[in-house]
């Protein structure tokens, strides 16, 4: 697989180069409230910019329908990312649209423009191959035939999308710094872990993440579930779970799960319910198989915390994906925060993925240090630690 040096070898002197970033950042409306994800983004474009190219950056943020949607631009994002850069990043108000290729025209050696969010298109996340590939025709026609694309959204090659796989079949393609340097340390999770090795997974993406435990099952000793993921275990185990986030459809398949493998999942024994979404909710600590009706589960328990802590501070090795409850309310953090802790006052080989995590990690105010690495991307390292093909980087190897 070619790589970012193997370009700047070949010289990028007034090419345009399209690089596909995963600047997907938490936002609190119009404020980012974590940018790690854009200074991962920054030593590969700004390899290129010394190095006279002219840098396209293509992204997503969050998950639009298809179509633009002001509450998803990347206009935040674009401002960051002049600031850490020191020079300005045009927006183009469209992703292959007129402003695109005025945007993209206009652009000066050494110099960086953004597309605007590529979700705005529908064709990026489209299932179907000749429409994806449409897209990435456009994007083609948007820098010219005799630029060279730059895959460096880690985050986001577990997807096979326009921007992620299909351009890398049209344009010389290079894997970039930042996902060679993940797929380094993560592989150091497949091989031969120490031992005990523990995941501790959470989050929101619920229907996402019940597949992988089920692979990666029989390849750690515990996985510890918190998060909103919690409450389709719960339900499998036939306990109410009131207005907590569900995946109906996965019960049937999480009790099976239960059944075969009841020994190495750790459940919540406890949970914090809110009678809203909210962070000045009325909130109380209940025993997970006693959560109110019209009550949500919102964050694990203390009684969890600290079993929780045990097992991570005895591990030897520990991935974690996903926080353990909604950590963006100060009410509902404490889970959060005390895993948080508990991985990183251990002596575990300690991996965190995704965006939320690494952002819980920083926000609530932990040492990064004291990880021993922190991975721009959740889904993209989960379906790795798998042995899952990660499209965007197979298509990257010419093996597709
Ligand atoms: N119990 C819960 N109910 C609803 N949302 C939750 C719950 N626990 C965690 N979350 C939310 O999950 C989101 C992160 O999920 P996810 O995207 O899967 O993690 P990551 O980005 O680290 O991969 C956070 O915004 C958090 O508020
Ligand atoms: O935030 C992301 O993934 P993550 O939450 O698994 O870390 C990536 O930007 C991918 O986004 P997606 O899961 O909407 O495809």
Same mark, same amino acid.
């Given at each position: 697989?070619?790589?970012?040096?193997?370009?700047?070898?070949?010289?990028?002197?007034?090419?345009?180069?399209?690089? @596909?970033?995963?600047?997907?950042?938490?936002?609190?409306?119009?404020?980012?409230?974590?940018?790690?994800?854009? @200074?991962?983004?920054?030593?590969?474009?700004?390899?290129?910019?010394?190095?006279?190219?002219?840098?396209?950056?293509?992204?997503?943020?969050?998950?639009?329908?298809?179509?633009?949607?002001?509450?998803?631009?990347?206009?935040?994002?674009? @401002?960051?990312?002049?600031?850490?850069?020191?020079?300005?990043?045009?927006?183009?108000?469209?992703?292959?649209?007129?402003?695109?290729?005025?945007?993209?025209?206009?652009?000066?050696?050494?110099?960086?423009?953004?597309?605007?969010?590529?979700?705005?298109?529908? @064709?990026?996340?489209?299932?179907?191959?000749?429409?994806?590939?449409?897209?990435?025709?456009?994007?083609?026609?948007?820098?010219?035939?005799?630029?060279?694309?730059?895959?460096?959204?880690?985050?986001?090659?577990?997807?096979?999308?326009?921007?992620?796989?299909?351009?890398?079949?049209?344009?010389?393609?290079?894997?970039?710094?930042?996902?060679?340097?993940?797929?380094?340390?993560?592989?150091?999770?497949?091989?031969?872990?120490?031992?005990?090795?523990?995941?501790?997974?959470?989050?929101? !993406?619920?229907?996402? !993440?019940?597949?992988?435990?089920?692979?990666?099952?029989?390849?750690?000793?515990?996985?510890?579930?918190?998060?909103?993921?919690?409450?389709?275990?719960?339900?499998?185990?036939?306990?109410?779970?009131?207005?907590?986030?569900?995946?109906?459809?996965?019960?049937?398949?999480?009790?099976?799960?239960?059944?075969?493998?009841?020994?190495?999942?750790?459940?919540?024994?406890?949970?914090?319910?809110?009678?809203?979404?909210?962070?000045?909710?009325?909130?109380?600590?209940?025993?997970?198989?006693?959560?109110?009706?019209?009550?949500?589960?919102?964050?694990?328990?203390?009684?969890?915390?600290?079993?929780?802590?045990?097992?991570?501070?005895?591990?030897?090795?520990?991935?974690?994906?996903?926080?353990?409850?909604?950590?963006?309310?100060?009410?509902?953090?404490?889970?959060?925060?005390?895993?948080?802790?508990?991985?990183?006052?251990?002596?575990?080989?300690?991996?965190?993925?995704?965006?939320?995590?690494?952002?819980?990690?920083?926000?609530?105010?932990?040492?990064?240090?004291?990880?021993?690495?922190?991975?721009?991307?959740?889904?993209?390292?989960?379906?790795?630690?798998?042995?899952?093909?990660?499209?965007?980087?197979?298509?990257?190897?010419?093996?597709?």
């Amino acid at each position: 697989m070619k790589n970012l040096d193997d370009l700047l070898g070949e010289g990028v002197q007034g090419r345009n180069v399209l690089v @596909r970033a995963d600047l997907n950042v938490p936002l609190d409306g119009e404020t980012i409230t974590d940018d790690g994800r854009v @200074r991962a983004a920054l030593p590969t474009v700004e390899k290129l910019t010394s190095a006279g190219a002219r840098v396209v950056l293509a992204a997503h943020l969050g998950r639009p329908e298809g179509a633009p949607d002001t509450r998803y631009s990347l206009a935040p994002v674009a @401002r960051r990312f002049g600031e850490l850069l020191g020079s300005e990043v045009a927006l183009a108000d469209d992703v292959v649209g007129e402003s695109a290729h005025e945007v993209v025209g206009g652009l000066a050696d050494g110099r960086v423009a953004m597309l605007q969010n590529v979700r705005f298109d529908p @064709r990026e996340t489209s299932k179907d191959d000749a429409e994806r590939g449409e897209l990435a025709d456009a994007l083609v026609e948007v820098v010219g035939d005799s630029a060279a694309f730059v895959s460096d959204g880690f985050g986001v090659v577990h997807r096979k999308q326009a921007s992620v796989y299909d351009l890398a079949t049209k344009l010389p393609c290079y894997a970039g710094g930042l996902v060679l340097d993940e797929v380094e340390v993560l592989r150091t999770l497949t091989g031969d872990p120490r031992r005990p090795y523990v995941v501790l997974l959470g989050g929101s !993406k619920v229907s996402d !993440k019940l597949e992988v435990i089920n692979a990666l099952l029989p390849k750690v000793d515990r996985l510890v579930i918190g998060g909103g993921m919690a409450y389709t275990f719960l339900a499998a185990l036939g306990h109410s779970v009131g207005d907590s986030l569900l995946q109906q459809d996965q019960i049937a398949a999480t009790k099976q799960l239960l059944d075969e493998h009841g020994d190495k999942l750790v459940l919540p024994v406890d949970v914090v319910v809110a009678d809203r979404f909210a962070d000045d909710a009325n909130t109380q600590v209940v025993p997970s198989d006693a959560i109110p009706e019209g009550w949500q589960g919102l964050d694990i328990g203390p009684r969890t915390v600290e079993r929780y802590a045990e097992i991570l501070g005895s591990a030897s090795t520990v991935f974690w994906n996903g926080p353990t409850g909604v950590f963006e309310f100060a009410n509902f953090a404490e889970g959060t925060r005390g895993v948080a802790r508990a991985i990183a006052d251990s002596e575990a080989f300690s991996v965190v993925g995704g965006g939320d995590s690494a952002a819980a990690v920083r926000t609530l105010g932990l040492d990064e240090q004291r990880f021993s690495h922190i991975s721009t991307g959740g889904g993209a390292s989960l379906e790795f630690l798998e042995g899952k093909n990660l499209p965007g980087v197979a298509v990257l190897e010419g093996e597709v």
